[in-house]
């Protein structure tokens, strides 16, 4: 079955960097788009980044444009989050998911688009 295991959250100052993985296994990994979402307690499921099935393709939430980058490794089935000047706004927890459709010709980018979430991994920014 699908696995998805996130890893490398932390409690960091303000303007630190972080990098955040995502272990895939149970299902071809190289034919899904990945997303990453966060989420603090009382909100809504946040859509932070997301890379296409090929990895040639990436899009973002405005809030973190410029500051944070996805990227995907299809040969070692991880995805991954590079988070640098973190702000104390980027506290959550870190969600990976897989999207339900196989060779998605967009980027998705809608909690809708996604399925399998792993169990998330907690960053936390302090000022």
């Known amino acids: 079955q699908v696995q998805l295991v996130e890893s490398g959250g932390g409690s960091v100052q303000a303007g630190a960097s972080l990098k955040l993985s995502c272990s895939a296994s149970g299902f071809p990994f190289s034919q899904f788009a990945m997303g990453w979402f966060r989420q603090t307690a009382g909100k809504e499921r946040e859509f932070v980044a997301a890379?296409?099935?090929?990895?040639?393709?990436?899009n973002y939430a405005n809030s973190v444009k410029g500051r944070f980058t996805i990227s995907k490794d299809n040969a070692g089935n991880t995805v991954y989050l590079q988070m640098n000047n973190l702000k104390p706004e980027d506290t959550s927890l870190y969600y990976c998911?897989?999207?339900?459709?196989?060779?998605?010709?967009?980027?998705?980018?809608?909690?809708?688009?996604?399925?399998?979430w792993g169990q998330g991994t907690q960053v936390t920014v302090s000022s």
């Open positions: 998911a897989k999207d339900r459709q196989r060779r998605r010709s967009m980027v998705p980018t809608r909690n809708g688009d996604f399925q399998s």
């Open positions: 890379i296409k099935w090929s990895g040639d393709a990436t």
